[in-house]
């Protein structure tokens, strides 16, 4: 018996099961409490547990200091968590009452975890718990000089905190994010990582077989080098003349975009949203392009820019040519059948013009639902980087951007790392197995 193959109903199961997710999830399965947890310091410790052979054993700090906010649940997509902003405006620069709270809360939990077995604790203070004063001659105060008052005094609460973990066989880990560590130096070794992955990895086996290192013999290899130092060039331009930043740290930031845009790491050191118009351009086409095929980059790939480079000028030559004359189509050092090349060189530009149309129609859906949003730069800015699988954003991604916009962006992440092609033939089996 022939079982006739249902893509609709699978598509409509997958459909309704997220719907039932999604119900599932607005129900509370846990009740929450506003009020903090009272700490009875004189309850016995739970029972420790056998300790492991790891000599660090690692947890965070878990809710301690992170203000109750259920309000702003669902509202937030920043990754914040305003834990431990006990400030003050003015002298003594700290909420007394809010400090004791936090206290109380991290003496149960260091208290706890010690008791399971945990010997480290870390700590998202790093930024706080380190003066400045030291760095450009206390610039960074310069703008905001409450900050170093209040900073001193949270070093201060902190201090009988950290004795505690420390009592109880705790060591305090800090830890921050990436800004906090983007010195020149971080940013020169992260240009070579972001160069490697977005090569093709059949040529490291390649090279690793012939026992000889032969990069710049592959076209997309050449193409991304060109890419990066025109494109690099060119952002580093704009960031001096128009963005009036110094030359060294031009050069650097441009080389460090440049790099993070075409081999959509996406790695951000600046807020993008700043730049010249024609720089977030520039990106935004690079961002298009993405890295080599074969490499863990996104975008449509520098193969098929070659291929469609060779194509174009293939069909100009043909057309010029006399009819009688046979215009070969030549591709890493062989002739390839006209037959071939014409199928071929269609396949790679219909990827190359619907991935663009994919790009027009989600700007156009997403302007319909914000048509008043100032920055339509920014917007093809951000829905290109969605397309790559970049993660740059110029500002128009937000919590607060209309639903439908997420929705349009959703979409386009999902076409972007399936490709249009696989997409346009997943929905065409859809539709003619339902008929």
């Known amino acids: 018996m022939r079982i006739r193959r249902r893509p609709l109903a699978l598509l409509l199961s997958i459909l309704v099961g997220a719907v039932v997710a999604a119900l599932a999830a607005r129900t509370p399965l846990v009740t929450v409490s506003d009020k903090p947890p009272t700490v009875d310091r004189d309850a016995p410790a739970p029972p420790p547990s056998r300790q492991g052979p790891l000599p660090l054993r690692i947890v965070d700090a878990g809710a301690v200091g992170i203000p109750p906010d259920s309000a702003g649940w669902g509202h937030d997509y920043l990754h914040a968590t305003h834990a431990f902003h006990l400030f003050a405006d003015s002298a ?38 380190v ?22 005094a949270l070093r201060q609460r902190l201090r009988p905190m950290l004795r505690e973990a420390g009592a109880h066989g705790m060591r305090v880990l800090l830890q921050t994010d990436l800004p906090a560590y983007t010195t020149p130096l971080l940013m020169y070794l992260l240009i070579p990582i972001m160069i490697v992955g977005s090569t093709p990895f059949t040529l490291y086996y390649i090279s690793y077989r012939r026992r000889k290192l032969s990069i710049f013999g592959n076209r997309q290899v050449l193409l991304l080098v060109i890419f ?49 118009a024609v720089t977030l351009i520039l990106l935004t086409l690079l961002m298009f392009i993405g890295g080599s095929s074969e490499s863990t980059a996104g975008g449509i790939k520098l193969a098929r820019i070659i291929i469609g480079y060779r194509g174009i000028a293939w069909w100009f030559k043909r057309m010029f040519a006399r009819s009688k004359v046979l215009v070969p189509f030549t591709y890493a050092g062989e002739n390839v059948p006209a037959s071939v090349a014409e199928q071929e060189i269609s396949k790679n530009m ?39 699988s970049c993660g740059l954003s110029a500002g128009y991604v937000s919590a607060g951007m209309p639903l439908a916009s997420k929705w349009v962006f959703i979409l386009v992440m999902w076409i972007g790392r399936l490709e249009v092609i696989p997409v346009i033939v997943l929905f065409m089996g859809i539709f003619r197995g339902s008929r």
Do not use: K
């Open 350 to 388: 219909l990827v190359i013009i619907l991935s663009f149309l994919t790009v027009c129609l989600a700007t156009i859906v997403a302007l319909q639902f914000n048509m008043f949003y100032p920055d339509v730069t920014s917007l093809i800015f951000d829905i290109v980087s969605a397309m790559s």
């Open 92 to 129: 003594p620069w700290v909420d007394d009452a809010a400090a004791a709270r936090v206290a109380d809360q991290w003496s149960a939990h260091v208290q706890r975890m010690a008791a399971y077995g945990n010997n480290a604790i870390t700590l998202e203070l790093f930024l706080q718990l």
């Open 131 to 152: 003066t400045l004063d030291s760095l450009d001659a206390g610039a960074v105060y310069a703008a905001t000089p409450d900050r170093r008052h209040q900073h001193a």
């Open 228 to 276: 990066l130092i025109g494109g690099a060039s060119l952002v580093a331009l704009d960031l001096s003349s128009l963005g009036g930043m110094g030359i060294p740290d031009a050069v650097r930031q441009g080389l460090f975009i440049t790099t993070a845009a075409i081999s959509t790491t996406g790695f951000p050191i600046t807020g993008l949203s700043h730049l010249p």
